[in-house]
């Protein structure tokens, strides 16, 4: 049996690049609207919903604390479209992922910590762990609705992995 132990790292845009979008208004030059009331931050993600005929969908995910450390038995992946998650309040959560690949390469395999006032944007078919929060909270989850299989898991049973937080 292969055993890993995963220890995340702090996420930023260049290091998590390869998986996808750091969803931020950090270093972004927002455009004032209504009257100086509010400011636009645009542009913040690279959404990808519109493969195969498919739709850009909202969904609020109401997810439960996680215990650390955490047993990582799986990986899924949507081929079809991106997948945004943005806490809808301040809070921490992790992203646990793989390259693209036929099924997740274990040895590539990375961990970031999420800070409050950010989201992440998964790119269609990076390997990924379910939502991991830390803390009881609803998620505003942007993805993908159409037809098509657009959900691939990957079950991990000759390989002990932890996630260690």
Known sequence: MIEKIIKPIEINKSNFAP?????STENITPIDINAGYAKRFDNLADLNTSKDNGKTIVSIFSALKRTFPMKIDM?????????AFIPMKETTFLSFVAPLGKTPDIDKIQSFIIPPNHGVNYKAGIWHFPLISTEDTNFLVIDRKGKGENLIIHKFEKEKIILNY
């Open 75 to 83: 990986m899924e992946q949507h081929p079809l479209g991106s997948q």
């Open 19 to 23: 998986y996808g979008d750091l969803i």
